[in-house]
């Protein structure tokens, strides 16, 4: 089955400064990848996904990088504001995109 | 627009009893959704898969006895925790896949508490 783990369960950042979380997959064959950004109490929201044929994807601040030959990717956050301390997963999909499994999650503090 | 909403937020019940949770897509259909229970600090864990017009599929170590799904329309799903205890009090989620660019989208969660 897929596993998909982080790196850092806790992130500390100095506001302005850029954010990176990073995780890491088990299964080669997954081929779709999302983050996803959780604020306490609330349901997971969108930020940004890639493709497995796409090494690279930017968005508004945020810019998602995946590796697939060591099977890891990352977020980057530009400018971390007070806004966007949360709790962040990778989400990866199999199965023609069905089934939709979470990373163990990053909490990210921004120090203002 | 992808909007699902999930109701209620929380939920408070005694041990023993049943409580039902829905999940609508409120501007999309949506033949399959997806639930989630996720514990204090923890991730994400999926339960079942809500087919409509079919049976859910269930997650190993899922007991579909307990966690009774009914999709009856492209736009609603509903969990029901049967003869609630308190380890079921966790955080419920739903998800549906609007498509893109929505993707997969969330409900905002059910907090159960059972006393």
């Known amino acids: 089955g897929e596993s998909v783990g982080l790196h850092l369960p806790t992130l500390s950042v100095q506001e302005g400064d850029n954010s990176i979380i990073n995780c890491a997959y088990s299964?080669?064959?997954?081929?779709?990848f999302i983050w996803y950004k959780q604020e306490s109490g609330k349901g997971p929201q969108f930020i940004i996904d890639i493709r497995s044929n796409m090494d690279k994807r930017q968005g508004q601040r945020v810019t998602v990088l995946l590796n697939k030959t060591v099977k890891h990717l990352s977020l980057q956050i530009a400018a971390t504001q007070p806004g966007d301390s949360a709790v962040y997963f990778c989400?990866?999909?199999?199965?023609?995109?069905?089934?939709?499994?979470f990373g163990t999650g990053t909490k990210l503090q921004v120090i203002p | 627009g992808a909007v699902v909403s999930q109701h209620p937020s929380w939920v408070i019940c005694k041990s023993g009893t049943s409580v039902k949770i829905e999940c609508r897509s409120l501007?999309?259909?949506?033949?399959?959704m997806f639930w989630y229970r996720q514990f204090p600090k923890q991730s994400l864990m999926l339960m079942a898969t809500s087919n409509e017009g079919s049976k859910a599929t269930y997650e190993q170590g899922v007991e579909k006895d307990k966690f009774l799904i009914n999709h009856a329309s492209l736009t609603l799903s509903t969990l029901t925790v049967t003869s609630a205890h308190p380890e079921d009090s966790s955080f419920y989620i739903c998800?549906?896949?609007?498509?893109?660019?929505?993707?997969?989208?969330f409900g905002s969660g059910t907090r159960l508490t059972v006393v």
């Open positions: 998800s549906a896949r609007a498509g893109r660019p929505y993707g997969y989208t």
């Open positions: 989400a990866v999909l199999l199965g023609g995109y069905q089934k939709v499994t």
């Open positions: 299964n080669s064959a997954s081929d779709y």
């Open positions: 501007d999309f259909q949506a033949t399959t």
